[in-house]
């Protein structure tokens, strides 16, 4: 089994920065992706970002393409999002996934293991 346990969200002003951390534990494979989704009140859980463990390619939803970097560090078994510029539509539960194979997809169903959530409120 792989554990993930996201951390970082927080309220912060429209403009501002967050970090959100998710540590990576247990059974991990050798070739696999991390990505992280958001959900809004009364909305679907959606795609925020992706990266591929083992070559660090990077996918981002058109909503957050040049404002949020998704990193990894292998060391640590850390993956992390760096949301510059927050929107008070960011507005959501910040939830860090894993999936068993390089290949990284924007569906919630793709996904296998997935974190506790993490709150993030942008205040306008």
């Known amino acids: 089994q792989v554990q993930l346990v996201a951390s970082g969200g927080g309220l912060v002003q429209a403009g501002g920065s967050l970090r959100l951390s998710c540590v990576v534990s247990?059974?991990?494979?050798?070739?696999?992706?991390m990505g992280w989704f958001r959900q809004a009140p009364g909305k679907e859980r959606e795609f925020v970002a992706g990266?591929?463990?083992?070559?660090?390619?990077?996918y981002y939803a058109d909503s957050v393409k040049g404002r949020f970097t998704i990193s990894k560090d292998n060391v640590k078994n850390m993956v992390y999002l760096e949301m510059n510029t927050l929107e008070p539509e960011d507005t959501a539960v910040y939830y860090c996934?894993?999936?068993?194979?390089?290949?990284?997809?924007?569906?919630?169903?793709?996904?296998?293991?997935w974190g506790q959530g993490t709150q993030v409120t942008v205040s306008s």
């Open positions: 996934a894993a999936r068993p194979s390089a290949l990284v997809f924007t569906t919630t169903t793709a996904w296998n293991y």
């Open positions: 247990g059974r991990l494979f050798s070739n696999f992706a």
């Open positions: 990266i591929k463990w083992s070559s660090g390619s990077t």
